[in-house]
């Protein structure tokens, strides 16, 4: 209980980690493996877009899947105490 307990606090919090205020949406789409993103339903800045047209968008937008931050990272990067907010890229 207390490690599901961990994991959904980490999870709930991790698309606002270390994001500006003045930021859009005050939070970020992470980067996560095609079949983890399926569970994930990881669309925080577009929230009523279906989740199965990120990938387009973000390519229409000429976004790189490399300038989103990686999922497990992002979430490894709360355990690591409190960091200068900008280091995040």
């Known amino acids: 209980?207390?490690?599901?307990?961990l994991w959904l606090s980490i999870a709930d919090n991790l698309p606002h980690?270390?994001?500006?205020?003045?930021?859009?949406?005050r939070a970020r789409d992470l980067r996560v493996p095609r079949v983890i993103g399926v569970m994930l339903m990881n669309h925080h800045l577009?929230?009523?877009?279906p989740w199965t047209t990120l990938p387009q968008l973000a390519r229409d937008r000429g976004e790189a899947a490399s300038q989103?931050?990686?999922?497990?990272?992002?979430a490894l990067r709360q355990l690591?105490?409190?960091?200068p907010r900008n280091r995040m890229h």
Do not use: S
């Open 1 to 5: 209980m207390f490690a599901r307990g």
């Open 17 to 25: 980690y270390r994001v500006a205020l003045d930021e859009p949406g």
């Open 46 to 49: 577009h929230p009523t877009m």
């Open 68 to 74: 989103r931050p990686a999922y497990f990272r992002a």
């Open 80 to 83: 690591c105490g409190l960091q």
